[in-house]
Each structure stands twice: as C-alpha cells, then as structure tokens.
Nanobody
Framework: VQLQASGGGSVQAGGSLTLSCEAS????????VAWIRQAPGKERESVAA????????FYADSVKGRFTISKDRGRNTVYLQMNSLKPEDTAVYYC??????????????????WGQGTQVTVSS
C-alpha cells in the first residue's frame, strides 16, 4: 500500500484546512486509515481514524468537534477536514493505514503503512 498525503499549509488561528490521503497499490477493504501528527519536540499522536468497511469514525479528544475524517472509496482517498484550527495543531500530519479495522483510536506505532508527512502551521 502506498499513501500520498497532501493539503497542508499555513493558516491563522480559527482557519480551516483539508488534508487528503490517496491510497494506491494493494489496499484492504477491511482495513482502516488514520491521520497522525507530530508537533515539534513531541511524540506522534493519532488524531482520527476511519474503518474502510462500515465507516466507523474515531477522534482524539484534542480534535473532537473540530476535525472530521471521511472517506471516498471510489477515489481511494481519505480526508481530514480541520476547522477552528489552533496554534497547538501545528504539526507534520501523516496518513497511515492498517489491514484490519479498529475498535478504538489506535496509537501511532500500530499502523503499518505510512505516507509522507504534510506540514500544517497555524499562527496566532
């Protein structure tokens, strides 16, 4: 599985961005896709995930109500709509995938496939 993330950029606090993660190669219909971020000097943090079959969604408390993860199976793409952005959302955002569905938002080291990161910078 190859993952291609895009859509990062710089915005002011309160602004919005949408990240895209396009999958190619041998993808699993029973898997899941997550967005994971890493802020400077901090550990990686899983922020959202979606099961590809069933569509169950998962969010970290830090982004709940502000971020929305969605999928377009026809385009093999998962999106992360980020609203009401805060300076603390500044990070490199990665999309990641696994071959099995999840029942909770799994930590970063449990995702087997990773795309390259895309930088999100939120200024105050």
């Amino acid at each position: 599985v190859q993952l291609q993330a895009s859509g990062g950029g710089s915005v002011q606090a309160g602004g919005s961005l949408t990240l895209s993660c396009e999958a190619s190669g041998r993808t699993s219909n029973n898997g899941a896709v997550a967005w994971i971020r890493q802020a400077p000097g901090k550990e990686r943090e899983s922020v959202a995930a979606v099961n590809l079959r069933g569509g169950r969604l998962f969010y970290a408390d830090s982004v709940k109500g502000r971020f929305t993860i969605s999928k377009d199976r026809g385009r093999n793409t998962v999106y992360l709509q980020m609203n009401s952005l805060k300076p603390e959302d500044t990070a490199v955002y990665y999309c990641a995938a696994r071959e099995n569905r999840v029942v909770v938002l799994m930590p970063p080291d449990t995702w087997g496939y990773w795309g390259q990161g895309t930088q999100v910078t939120v200024s105050s």
